[in-house]
């Protein structure tokens, strides 16, 4: 769990870094949380899901009580287990 949490401050606070996490989504895509904050709000950080055939939902993620949740912008919410999630960093 100490992991996880180290790699969430990471892409939480990285200043310059393209630091991300990352899952596979149930439409063949993924889920990928990015460290930028969410336009127009006091919290939360981008994130976007993508699809194979191209189209993608964004939203906004945050971390509490031991989840990742999501509210996308279509009004749809999600919650994941941090486990679920892989660090990605641009090399």
């Not at 993508?50 to 971390?63: F, I, L, Q, R």
């Amino acid at each position: 769990m100490k992991k996880l949490i180290l790699m969430l401050a990471l892409v939480a606070t990285a200043a310059q870094a393209e630091t991300w996490l990352e899952m596979p989504n149930e439409a063949g895509g993924k889920i990928i949380l990015m460290q930028d904050k969410c336009q127009g709000k006091n919290e939360g950080r981008f994130v976007i899901a993508t699809t194979p055939k191209g189209d993608n939902v964004m939203g906004c993620w945050w971390y509490f009580s031991d989840m990742i949740h999501i509210v996308w912008n279509n009004g749809r919410t999600s919650s994941f287990e941090p486990s679920s999630f892989t660090a990605r960093e641009k090399k």
